[in-house]
């Protein structure tokens, strides 16, 4: 089972960036697709963005365009970068660790992040 430790989160001004790691251990990396999710106060938990062992990439319309995902499987390290921020961004964001074999979802501790002026 994998456990995922988040961080980067914090509070930035609109139009800022701001960039998010979140490094895996406890298991094989590459059997997981790596995701992020938010969720707003009020509001459900939303997929941000996905990324396939392979690098293939998929965005909420949200954020296309401003955030990007990768990941560096050597370091089991998954990246959000997020550029042009919004205050609509604002929420806590949770890394996502989805298992190919069996879609089980494993969650990390989840970060703040805050668009404010």
């Known amino acids: 089972q994998v456990q995922l430790v988040e961080s980067g989160g914090g509070l930035v001004q609109p139009g800022g960036s701001l960039g998010l790691s979140c490094t895996a251990s406890?298991?094989?990396?590459?059997?997981?697709?790596m995701g992020w999710y938010r969720q707003a106060p009020g509001q459900q938990r939303e997929l941000v963005a996905v990324?396939?062992?392979?690098?293939?990439?998929n965005y909420a319309d949200s954020v296309k365009g401003r955030f990007t995902i990768s990941r560096d499987n050597a370091k089991n390290t998954a990246y959000l970068q997020m550029n042009s921020l919004k205050p609509e961004d604002t929420a806590v964001y949770y890394c996502?660790?989805?298992?190919?074999?069996?879609?089980?979802?494993?969650w990390g501790q989840g970060t703040q992040v805050t668009v404010s002026s």
């Open positions: 996502d660790a989805t298992y190919r074999y069996t879609n089980l979802h494993y």
């Open positions: 406890g298991d094989t990396f590459s059997f997981y697709t």
């Open positions: 990324i396939s062992s392979r690098g293939t990439t």
